[in-house]
Nanobody, 126 residues
Framework: QVQLVESGGGLVQAGGSLRLSCAAS????????MGWFRQAPGKEREFVAA????????DYADSVKGRVSISKDNAKNTGFLQMNSLKPEDTSVYYC???????????????????WGQGTQVTVSS
């Protein structure tokens, strides 16, 4: 099993930045792709960003493209989501996820991920 723990969420003013981290432990060997999703109250969980095992391929939702950067450090079993120019509509619980995939493959759909973190709250005030 793989355990994922997010951190780095918090309260920030519009226009500010946050860097979320996702620490993986357990059976972390294998080509794991990583993704970030978010879910606001009363809304469906939505895709934010994804990165392949090698780090060469990255995909972003249109709503965050240009403001968000996903990265990972395989040696430290940690993934990151750098969020800049935050907007009130970015307020959500953010979840990281991991799933086995080809070295350069990303996973864009939630069912493709087997392992999920507990989430970290991001609140952006106007």
């Amino acid at each position: 099993q793989v355990q994922l723990v997010e951190s780095g969420g918090g309260l920030v003013q519009a226009g500010g930045s946050l860097r979320l981290s996702c620490a993986a432990s357990g059976r972390t060997f294998g080509p794991y792709a990583m993704g970030w999703f978010r879910q606001a109250p009363g809304k469906e969980r939505e895709f934010v960003a994804a990165i392949g095992w090698s780090g060469r391929r990255k995909d972003y939702a249109d709503s965050v493209k240009g403001r968000v950067s996903i990265s990972k450090d395989n040696a430290k079993n940690t993934g990151f989501l750098q969020m800049n120019s935050l907007k009130p509509e970015d307020t959500s619980v953010y979840y990281c996820a991991a799933g086995l995939a080809g070295s350069d493959d990303t996973i864009l759909m939630a069912p493709g991920y087997r392992h999920w973190g507990q989430g970290t709250q991001v609140t952006v005030s106007s």
